[in-house]
Nanobody
């Protein structure tokens, strides 16, 4: 089993900042891609940002210039620095990671439990 644990969500005013963290635990050989998604009740889960094992990043247009994704491979961790937050950024944020485990079956893709971000007006 590979478990992902998110932290750092909360309530912030418009224009404020939050930093989300995601740490992976378990029988991990290596993590390939990591990503942040978000979901509002009644809507589909949407991709926010991704980062590859070599640090290549991609962002949704709605967060470009405001959010920064990063990772610490030594700690099996990923972060999302969110600046200039807007009410429409309010959602449950989930982390996702894929890679290989040290035991069979080797490939894994895991999700965290989610952390709520609420941006007040």
């Amino acid at each position: 089993q590979v478990q992902l644990v998110e932290s750092g969500g909360g309530l912030v005013q418009t224009g404020g900042s939050l930093r989300l963290s995601c740490e992976a635990y378990g029988t991990i050989l290596r993590i390939e891609n990591m990503a942040w998604y978000r979901q509002v009740p009644g809507n589909q889960r949407e991709l926010v940002a991704t980062i590859s094992s070599n640090g290549y990043t991609k962002y949704a247009d709605s967060v470009k210039g405001r959010f920064t994704i990063s990772r610490d491979n030594a700690k099996n961790s990923m972060y999302l620095q969110m600046n200039s937050l807007k009410p429409e950024d309010s959602a449950v944020y989930y982390c996702n990671a894929d890679g290989e485990r040290t035991i069979l079956p080797r490939p894994f893709s895991s999700w965290g439990q989610g952390t709520q971000v609420t941006v007040g007006t």
